[in-house]
């Protein structure tokens, strides 16, 4: 099966390795970022949902901590601010492909992505199982 990382082939490195010393259960954080908002793109839909949600002075504290955090080069993006003009037209940011908010963000990344990162997960460590 094609993997879609490297991660793939090194969770089964992992796995094997585990196998040959004997190790006969692990634990890992598979969908940890899923659930917590761990990935990038969740903090970047947080603050943008401030913003569509009237909460401007909320939203102006988040912008100041998220370039205090992550310094002036850091890039947010103020581009949402142009999200209710290209509805208009109809068009949208590429990153709004899997949704329009935090939320829907993270129902994309419970529903679409984690299934495939536990498949993965399960098939590496079936593959080393003890019989």
């Excluded at 259960?25 to 949600?53: M, R, T």
């Excluded at 939203?59 to 205090?68: C, D, G, H, T, V």
């Excluded at 590429?94 to 992505?113: H, Q």
């Amino acid at each position: 099966m094609p993997l879609l990382t490297s991660s793939n082939y090194l969770q089964w490195c992992v796995n094997r390795l585990a196998k040959e010393t004997g190790v006969k259960v692990l634990l890992d954080g598979q969908g940890a970022d899923e659930y917590l908002g761990g990935y990038k793109d969740f903090k970047y839909f947080a603050i943008w949902d401030l913003y569509n949600q009237g909460k401007y002075r909320q939203y102006l504290s988040e912008l100041r901590a998220f370039k205090q955090k992550f310094g002036p080069n850091e890039k947010i993006g103020k581009l949402h601010l142009l999200d209710p003009i290209l509805n208009r037209i109809g068009k949208k940011r590429s990153e709004l492909n899997y949704g329009d908010s935090f939320k829907k963000r993270m129902e994309y990344s419970l529903v679409s992505e984690l299934p495939h990162l536990l498949r993965y997960a399960d098939r590496s460590a079936m593959a080393h199982g003890w019989r």
